[in-house]
């Protein structure tokens, strides 16, 4: 049983940077992978990045490659997402996800449990 709630969306403009956040509750937090997902208006969820238990393994979608980075800290039950150059298309409701498995996942239905989502909008 994972509780998620995720912070530090915002408005910003083009070019800038945004540092979400995911805080987890659940003591097998550290035995969970990891995802971020958004969704615009409109649109369907889709993934944006993936970390494994350890950390030691993440996944980005061809989107965001090289403008974000995806990182945890299981002492703090934390998951974040550095995002860098930020444009226009990145503008949607960003999700933190965990999957009940050790290994991460690009697949939506892979995880089990989802939080509220943070709005992230970039201006051009």
């Known amino acids: 049983q994972v509780q998620l709630v995720e912070s530090g969306g915002g408005l910003v403009q083009a070019g800038g940077s945004l540092r979400l956040s995911c805080a987890a509750s659940?003591?097998?937090?550290?035995?969970?992978?990891m995802g971020w997902f958004r969704q615009a208006p409109g649109k369907e969820r889709q993934f944006v990045a993936g970390?494994?238990?350890?950390?030691?393994?993440?996944i980005y979608s061809d989107a965001v490659k090289g403008r974000v980075t995806i990182s945890r800290d299981n002492a703090k039950n934390t998951v974040s997402l550095q995002m860098n150059s930020l444009k226009p298309e990145d503008t949607a409701i960003y999700y933190c996800?965990?999957?009940?498995?050790?290994?991460?996942?690009?697949?939506?239905?892979?995880?089990?449990?989802w939080g509220q989502g943070t709005q992230v909008t970039v201006s051009s």
């Open positions: 970390i494994n238990w350890s950390g030691g393994s993440t």
């Open positions: 659940g003591r097998t937090f550290s035995t969970y992978a």
């Open positions: 996800a965990a999957r009940s498995s050790f290994d991460v996942s690009i697949r939506l239905y892979h995880y089990d449990y």
